[in-house]
């Protein structure tokens, strides 16, 4: 494997009411920079803190050609160009992208444990 190749896992959300449509938009810029894309079927959770609005979740899996922290970067980039911002008042989020695995690590045990993450996740490694 080429040492500059790395495989990714990311978590991708949204509780906005227009959810879909931002976790759509990410993919889309995700599927741009990364090579072997592959995304799982989005679907619901419950908020953590059991306040917010529901959830639409998404992993995805690709290839990245450079470190991590280019990539963290990349993620928040495009999360601000989608126009996050958190709204205190409505507790919604346009979008969240996080890098939760990189090559063998994994870089946020607790999405890493968290349904969120481990439904897409858990989809995407059947296919494998």
Same mark, same amino acid.
């Given at each position: 494997?080429?040492?500059?190749?790395?495989?990714?896992?990311?978590?991708?959300?949204?509780?906005?009411?227009?959810?879909?449509?931002?976790?759509?938009?990410?993919?889309?810029?995700?599927?741009?920079?990364?090579?072997?894309?592959?995304?799982?079927?989005?679907?619901?959770?419950?908020?953590?803190?059991?306040? +917010?609005?529901?959830?639409?979740?998404?992993? &995805?899996?690709? !290839?990245?050609?450079?470190?991590?922290?280019? $990539?963290?970067?990349? =993620?928040?980039?495009?999360?601000?160009?989608?126009?996050?911002?958190?709204?205190?008042?409505?507790?919604?989020?346009?979008?969240?992208?996080?890098?939760?695995?990189?090559?063998? +690590?994994?870089?946020?045990?607790?999405?890493? &444990?968290?349904? !969120?993450?481990?439904?897409?996740?858990?989809? $995407?490694?059947?296919? =494998?």
């Amino acid at each position: 494997m080429d040492s500059d190749r790395h495989k990714v896992y990311l978590s991708i959300g949204s509780n906005h009411e227009n959810c879909l449509a931002y976790v759509e938009q990410a993919s889309s810029r995700l599927q741009s920079v990364l090579t072997d894309w592959k995304m799982c079927s989005p679907y619901k959770t419950e908020a953590i803190n059991g306040v +917010d609005a529901d959830y639409l979740n998404a992993v &995805a899996v690709g !290839y990245w050609n450079g470190d991590e922290e280019s $990539l963290n970067q990349i =993620c928040k980039s495009i999360e601000r160009a989608l126009g996050r911002t958190r709204d205190n008042k409505s507790h919604s989020v346009e979008i969240d992208i996080d890098l939760v695995c990189f090559d063998d +690590d994994i870089l946020r045990p607790a999405d890493y &444990a968290r349904e !969120y993450f481990s439904i897409g996740f858990k989809e $995407l490694s059947e296919d =494998c």
